[in-house]
């Protein structure tokens, strides 16, 4: 069946409203579904797994010094 006719039948047609039950409002059809939430805590998981655990070390003068010098002469040999 060609995929612009298959639904001819019935493209036409008036939405149904019914005449026993008022319509809901824009406002009133959002509040039904506000309360799902299919990811329930989902966010704190993905912040609490993405927060650093690691202990910052906090180098003092002296050893900032050492480990400069230390990286100097590792750069300095990279090529051997």
Request: no cysteine.
């Amino acid at each position: 069946m060609d995929s612009n006719r298959k639904y001819d039948i019935i493209k036409n047609h008036l939405h149904h409203v019914s005449q026993r039950h008022p319509q809901l409002s824009k406002a009133s059809y959002a509040a039904r579904f506000s309360p799902f939430a299919a990811l329930t805590g989902y966010d704190d998981i993905v912040n609490e797994a993405a927060r650093s655990t690691d202990e910052k070390y906090d180098f003092d003068d002296d050893a900032r010094l050492r480990l400069s010098n230390r990286l100097s002469v590792v750069f300095d040999h990279l090529d051997e």
